[in-house]
């Protein structure tokens, strides 16, 4: 049973930085991608983040993209998100998702979700 458990949300004021991480349990493929994705109250789901598991590619969605670095370690089963320059516009609830064969920004595209963690930010 695969498992996502992310961690290192928290309120912090605009332009303050913020490290999530992402422990994943029982997922041992060596294709597809992790992911981040965030909600926001009265949004869709936005894809904002992904990162092959041999870490050969990281792609971002333009509106994090210069500010938010994905990587991760797979000795750990651990991927994190590196949030930098946070606006008021980044609150919203964040997941770790794990996809077994593709890639991409798409939500429909990964297997497996983390319950998510929340970022606040203050103007």
């Known amino acids: 049973q695969v498992q996502l458990v992310e961690s290192g949300g928290g309120s912090v004021q605009a332009g303050g930085s913020l490290r999530l991480s992402c422990a994943a349990s029982?997922?041992?493929?060596?294709?597809?991608?992790m992911a981040w994705a965030r909600q926001a109250p009265g949004k869709e789901r936005e894809g904002i983040a992904y990162?092959?598991?041999?870490?050969?590619?990281?792609l971002y969605a333009d509106s994090v993209k210069g500010r938010f670095t994905i990587s991760q370690d797979n000795s750990k089963n651990t991927v994190y998100l590196q949030m930098n320059s946070l606006k008021p516009e980044d609150t919203a609830m964040y997941y770790c998702?794990?996809?077994?064969?593709?890639?991409?920004?798409?939500?429909?595209?990964?297997?497996?979700w983390g319950q998510g963690t929340q970022v606040t930010v203050s103007a």
């Open positions: 998702a794990a996809g077994v064969s593709l890639c991409g920004l798409g939500s429909w595209i990964y297997n497996y």
């Open positions: 029982g997922y041992t493929s060596n294709g597809g991608c």
């Open positions: 990162i092959y598991r041999d870490s050969s590619l990281a």
